[in-house]
Structures are given as structure tokens and as C-alpha cells.
């Protein structure tokens, strides 16, 4: 097979673990003989320092022409406690979202066995848990016109969703809890909320044609709660870019660490993907960030984009060997973690590699 | 003392979990020598069963002349399911939190000792937690304009924010935030958010005036997250109408249960005191709910509208006791539980009595 992959390193730890997911797709190559060509692009903080653009035309081109995107990371705490930013690294991810019909976004929660004990949650509540969050990705408040008033005292963003794009994500969704666990717990504020209103009555609506799919509708506030007191109800969970977003992140603790959970966004155009953690500039360059995320955003890819399993699951076979040989990286460690194996980004993309 | 309290029981296992916050509040008055008088008054579904009417009249003109109120649960799943209802038990709630302007919602995550193990989370993540969230209860995507397009396939809130709703509520957190641990975690979302641009903006300013108190800024993502991996790091945490809801529903993970959590929201006129927990219809009228939610948002009441410090304290202490006693309502209750221990509503309403 001949793919064609662009590297979007991004900000902050982003370059180092991106290195480590590239470094798998060359051997996964070599190995089973495909054709991986590789091209490498600047967005974010990396993109406005070299550009003023936080997501420069080059980069939009080589993203539409090529036929998957890996990406790192994106944010910088410059902009962050700077509210008054005209110009932030995230619009760059913002934009190309929506410029790709990134409409919908796979975080599945894979949970390691050798990671039980790194969760802050009990092993007996954890064990078992497998979720496949489907997030609304191009819409929501993230999108929706954003206002500030000219005493700039009053500032706005709209909330808003139409049923196409309601329809889309939750096709998407029940056609994978069919293959799954046949359950879909379908996340709003429709107790409040005009939006989640629409998102609930076009849920229903979809739910009709899948009469072999459980469905359960559920409070948002309500869900962030049974997401840590019971994760092991959810099979498929379908939620708005926003709820999406503090769900996944919550439940990243479920695999112990953020630093362990990949995402694919999928949609019209090239599949991207990319680890769910931030940039964290607190430990940039300092070879602690664990490339593993990003390993298994090539996994997905691997998968999801190109069709190959095999390939994809020798990735995730050698990160299970990896961490049953005892190795971790400082964020999944724990009290009983050998310290002679606790590894740098380097020796754990080495690791996994070998 | 004289004071004049209303009980709004509301929906569900409202009407049971009300009768015993009640009843400590009349023991506690003769126990004292204060005189307290009551009221009753319908909300939610009851009320628009009643008069057609989620907050009746009546309702609103008792709330005004009480010096306190007393509330239940609201909600009902008939509602829930029917995304086009014109008239919802939850308008009787938003409303009467915006009619008496109670735009500060204190929740202190409490932590008992004896229900470390009713946690999802490990003891060893849990204790030592001491968290009070000051959630803003009367602005945000909750109050701002909803819309429905003609053809019903467009639908949006606005979420909205203006400089002075921001300001008042932080002063509040800030203020307790000085007489506790001196830390406050201020939540948004503003590296998307135009609302929590503002959010920031304002916050940074006040924490000028409060130079003793150590400010952090965190993202909505990250918070669900840290609360979490490590939830002692908080101390009071202040953020928006809906990242509060979703975060405090979250975090009464870490006192157990939702059946633990009580709240106080104030602001401009009379202090309305409730459970966090929701009107749990699939439980209710079964003498299954836990009371002392209700039974600590009376302490919360005596506290923080009377000023009656040493009675709130009688009563943590009396559930205090009881939990030392074994005693558990089936939420709480655990593997280790004494199984003639656990008490449905009623026993644990008196147990905590005597
Ligand atoms: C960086 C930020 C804009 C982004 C989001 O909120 O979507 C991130 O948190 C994510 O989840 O991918
Ligand atoms: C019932 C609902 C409208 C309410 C809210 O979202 O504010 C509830 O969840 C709460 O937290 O008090």
C-alpha cells in the first residue's frame, strides 16, 4: 500500500511525541512493505511564530492532499492568561477541523490491564471498561458566532446545532455501537438547553433504525458523575463538541493518564489524528512526555484511514509488551513501578520499537 | 431567634428527603430555644400538575417573605423524554434562582471519613479533599437567548456573560477563599470561548485585590480532569452556570454519593438551600433515598442566613455519629457494610434525630 502521511508536530511536547508515532509508521512500513511518504507541517504557536497564521495556507494545502494527518499537540500558556489574544494557536486546530469536515471525533478508551493501579479510580470499578466516545466536532458554541460588545463588558458565543449535523455524527456512532456493544448513551442538557433539545429529538429519531441498539439518553452532569462512579455502563457514548470535550478528557483518567489515549477525527475529508493530551509546555523538551498516545493515534490511523488491522494491532501488541516488561513513563507510574524502568520519551519510543 | 422557613418539596424523592430536613431543623430549634415557623409551597412538576405552572405564583410571593427556603428535588422523566414539552418542571427552578437573584451556588464537597471506601476513587487520591465550588447560578448558556428555527431544524442558546455577574461572584469566592486555604481555581474554557475571555479577564482583575490568595486559571477539560487524578489540589474553585453543574456533579463522586452533597445559593434576597442530587424518580416513594443531603443543606442554611454556627455543627457532627455507627443508606453503603445497617430513608432520618 502507498499513503502519502503529513506530520503536524504542533506546540509544546508535540514535536517529541510526534517524532516517536513516525518513527512506528517507517517500521510498520518496512515491515509489512508498504510505501509510507512523509511530509511535515506547521500549525498553532510554531505556525504564528514562523507565519502570523496559526494555521498557514501551506500547511492547509498539504493537509488536503495528503491521506491522513498526524498531529501532536497545540496551545501555548503565552496566549492562555493573555484572554485579550486576537490571534491563538488554537484556531489553527479550530480551523482545520472545519476546513477538513472533521465532523466527528473517535476517543476510545483503551484500558491496559498493566495500567489498573495508575488510575486515581479502584481497579474493581475500572476493570472491564471499554467506551468509544463519538464527539460532535465542527459545531456547538465552539463555532457558533462569538461576540464582544464595544464597552467590552458583554461577551457571547452561540450555542447552536442543525439537524444535518446531528444526523451525521449520530449515524456514525450507531453504526459502530452495532458492531460493539449494541449500547448508546447519547450525552445533552435537554432539561435546559435548546440545542440539546434538537440533539435529543434527532438521537430518537436515528435510535428508530437501530432497534438492535440500546439507547440511553443522559444528562450531561449526570454522565461527568457515572463516568467515574460506573464506567463500565457505557458501551458507545455520543455527545456535542463541547460535553465531548470535558467527557473525554475525564475520562482519560480511566486509562490512567491522558498520556495514554489517542483520537481519530473523521469526517468528508483526510482522516487526523492525534493523542488527546495538551501541549504541555510545563515538561516540553525535557524527554518526560509519553510518546505512547501518539503511537496509538498511528494505530488508529492505521486502522481507521487505511484499513490495515494487522498492522494496527501489532502497534498496540508491542505497547502491551512493552508495559508488561514493566516499563512506564513518569505519568503512568506508580508506587510499585521499578524505578530502573521508568522512561524518557527516547527509551519508551525506543521500547516500543524494538 | 425567629425565623420563618419555607419548604418547597418538589418532585420525586424530593417530598421524602424534605420531611427530615425539616425535622432536624424543629429539633435543632427546640433544642436551641429558636423559634421556627414554616411553610410549604409546590415547584417543578408538582406545580405544574397543581396550576399549570412550574414556579406558581404563590410560590414566588412565599419565597420573597421567607428568610430562608427549604427545597427539594426537581424534574421528571415524562419531561426528559419529550425534547418538545413547552412547560418543564426546570423553568420553576431557573426562575426562581433568577427572581431572587441567587447568583452565587455554594457546594462544599465534604468528605467523610467513614465513606472513604463508599468512593469510586482511591482513599489514598480522596483524603484530605476539602473543595468548595462557588458555581455562578444566574447568567451563562442557562439564561441567554434560545432559539428554534421556523422548520425546527436549527436550534441555539447563547451563552453570555457580562462584567458585573462576573465580578460579584468573584468577590464571594475570593472572600472565602481567604479564610480557607487560601487557593481558587478559576475555571473556563477561554482559548475557545469569547464568554470565558471575559470570564478570565475579570477574574484576573479581582485577584489583584486579593494579593494572600494564590490564583490559578485552569480549562474546563483539564478541571474534569485534575478533579479526578487529584482532587486534593483544589481548594475553592470558582467557574460558569454550566461548567458548574458539570463539575460539581462530578466531584460528589468523591464524597460517595450524590446523596451527601447539599448546596446554598444566594445572592441578592432569600438563601435557597438543596441537595445537589436530582429528583430520582425510579427511587422515589420507596423510602430508598438518602436524607442527609437535605439534613446537611439545613446546616448549610442555619450557617450561612442565620449565622448559627454551633447548631450547623450539632448536626454534621449527629450524621458525624451515625456514619461512625455504621449506619448507611443503600447509596453509601459498601462491600464492608453491616447489612442490618442499612436504612431506608425514614430509620436514617431518625437515627440522625436522636
Ligand atoms: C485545544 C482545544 C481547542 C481542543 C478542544 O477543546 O477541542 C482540545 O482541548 C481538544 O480536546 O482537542
Ligand atoms: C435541574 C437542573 C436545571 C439543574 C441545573 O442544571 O442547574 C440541576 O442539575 C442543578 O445542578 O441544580
Redesign the pocket.
Known amino acids: 500500500m502507498k499513503k502519502h502521511i503529513l506530520v503536524i508536530p504542533g506546540d509544546g511536547i508535540g514535536p517529541e511525541v510526534t517524532t516517536w508515532g513516525k518513527a512506528v509508521l517507517e517500521k510498520i512500513g518496512q515491515d509489512f512493505g508498504h510505501e509510507f511518504t512523509f511530509d511535515e507541517a506547521l500549525m498553532g504557536h510554531a505556525g504564528i511564530e514562523a507565519t502570523g497564521n496559526p494555521l498557514p495556507d501551506e500547511t492547509l494545502a498539504k493537509a488536503k492532499a495528503s491521506d491522513a494527518i498526524l498531529f501532536g499537540a497545540?496551545?501555548h500558556i503565552k496566549y492562555d492568561n493573555d484572554p485579550s489574544a486576537k490571534v491563538r494557536p488554537?484556531q489553527g486546530?479550530?480551523k482545520i477541523r472545519k476546513e477538513l469536515g472533521l465532523y466527528a471525533n473517535l476517543r476510545p478508551i483503551m484500558l491496559f490491564d498493566e495500567l489498573l493501579d495508575a488510575s486515581s479510580l479502584k481497579p474493581e470499578i475500572l476493570k472491564g471498561t471499554d467506551i468509544l466516545f463519538f464527539r460532535e466536532l465542527t459545531g456547538d458554541v465552539y463555532f457558533g458566532e462569538k461576540k464582544r460588545s464595544e464597552d467590552r463588558n458583554t461577551a457571547s458565543d452561540l450555542m447552536i446545532y442543525s439537524r444535518y449535523e446531528v444526523e451525521r455524527i449520530a449515524i456514525k456512532a450507531y453504526e459502530a455501537a452495532r458492531v460493539r456493544g449494541k449500547r448508546l448513551c447519547s450525552v445533552d442538557k435537554a432539561n435546559v438547553l435548546e440545542a440539546s433539545r434538537l440533539w435529543r429529538e434527532v438521537v430518537q429519531e436515528i435510535a428508530k433504525q437501530y432497534p438492535d441498539v440500546e439507547t440511553e439518553h443522559m444528562f450531561i452532569d449526570n454522565a461527568a458523575m457515572q463516568l467515574v462512579k460506573n464506567p463500565k455502563k457505557f458501551d458507545v457514548v455520543l455527545t456535542a463538541n463541547l460535553f465531548g470535550?470535558i467527557l473525554t478528557d475525564e475520562a482519560s483518567q480511566i486509562a490512567g493518564s491522558m498520556g495514554m489515549l489517542a483520537s481519530a477525527s473523521v469526517g468528508d475529508g483526510t482522516g487526523f489524528f492525534e493523542p488527546?493530551h495538551?501541549s504541555a509546555h510545563d515538561i516540553a523538551g525535557q524527554d518526560k512526555a509519553n510518546p505512547l498516545a501518539s503511537i496509538l493515534s498511528v494505530a488508529l490511523m492505521l486502522e481507521i484511514s487505511f484499513g490495515l488491522k494487522e498492522e494496527a494491532k501489532k502497534i498496540t501488541d508491542a505497547i502491551d509488551e512493552t508495559l508488561k516488561d514493566g516499563y512506564r513513563t513518569g505519568d503512568i507510574a506508580d508506587a510499585n513501578t521499578d524505578k530502573a524502568k521508568i522512561l524518557g520519551t527516547t527509551a519508551m519510543g525506543q521500547k516500543v520499537l524494538e
Open positions: 497545540i496551545g488554537e486546530l479550530l470535550d488527546i495538551g
